[in-house]
């Protein structure tokens, strides 16, 4: 059985947290960026913060007031690479939408295995349990690297969604596109040879965050080969070998925990054979 990962739930609260976020769940004084309530109950947030998390999908477009009101309860937490936001199976006292950073989301199976679920990049809610009627959480989200997250406790999502149909239409949006993604691996694990779904699985990467670099396009955070073969339900002796095979005719250059793609045309193909 895996270790856990240390949780930024784990430490004692911050006595400066207010009352009704206190009870939710716990946040580390060391990680959160403490915003203290004003007089009226809206969450004064540093300008920054407040224009970023404003211009992030979910929440872009909504006016002052309704933004006041989305935020009251709303707090923001640092992440350190390899903390984890929540742990399967515990509570899903909070839901999240990703500031800037980078959450892997993972499932542990009966027989212990862990399998990738998903990969969480800036502008993306996460963690809504309440959204598909659960009250644990269904998976651990992990950072990748240092991130910001927006956390709120779980009974604001109902009062946030009521009153801004558009930040549920987009979370029902955010949901659809997952599902999409998880069918299309299932029908590749069962259907493709495992050189097609490691190739599905880096192409899928760099789609959600590749960023071109001199002579490639680069996964713009650190994988790992055992991340790849929990993803795509092999072997981490299979990735590499795999993987040794394309950085020698020249598809990807692999080192440590960094896949740059030199060749995405051949990756294609591999993938469509």
């Given at each position: 059985m895996r270790r856990s990962p240390a949780s930024a739930f784990d430490p004692?609260?911050?006595?400066?947290?207010?009352?009704?976020?206190?009870?939710?769940?716990?946040?580390?004084?060391?990680?959160?960026?403490?915003?203290?309530?004003?007089?009226?109950?809206?969450?004064?947030?540093?300008?920054?913060?407040?224009?970023?998390?404003?211009?992030?999908?979910?929440?872009?477009?909504?006016?002052?007031?309704?933004?006041?009101?989305?935020?009251?309860?709303?707090?923001?937490?640092?992440?350190?690479?390899?903390?984890?936001c929540f742990t399967q199976g515990t509570s899903a006292s909070a839901f999240f939408l990703m500031i800037d950073g980078r959450m892997k989301v993972t499932q542990l199976t009966p027989e212990g295995q862990q399998v990738v679920i998903l990969m969480v990049g800036t502008g993306e809610f996460f963690g809504l349990a309440a959204a598909i009627g659960r009250d644990t959480f269904p998976g651990t989200a992990t950072a990748a690297i240092p991130s910001r997250v927006v956390a709120w406790p779980t009974p604001a999502w109902e009062r946030m969604v009521t009153y801004n149909p558009a930040i549920a239409r987009e979370a029902m949006l955010t949901m659809g596109r997952r599902l999409q993604e998880m069918h299309a691996r299932l029908r590749e694990i069962s259907t493709e040879r495992v050189e097609q779904r490691i190739a599905h699985a880096i192409l899928r990467l760099v789609q959600q965050s590749g960023r071109r670099v001199e002579g490639g396009v680069m996964i713009d955070f650190p994988i790992t080969r055992q991340d790849i073969a929990e993803m795509t339900g092999t072997t981490l002796h299979t990735v590499s070998r795999t993987l040794s095979a394309w950085e020698q005719s020249g598809v990807l250059d692999g080192g440590r925990r960094r896949i740059i793609v030199r060749n995405p045309h051949a990756l294609v193909r591999i993938a469509g054979d």
């Open positions: 004692p609260l911050s006595h400066s947290m207010p009352g009704s976020f206190r009870r939710s769940y716990a946040l580390p004084s060391t990680q959160v960026t403490t915003l203290p309530n004003g007089g009226d109950g809206v969450a004064v947030l540093d300008p920054t913060d407040r224009k970023i998390i404003a211009s992030l999908g979910p929440l872009r477009g909504l006016d002052h007031a309704a933004l006041d009101t989305v935020l009251a309860d709303a707090r923001v937490l640092n992440v350190d690479e390899g903390q984890t």
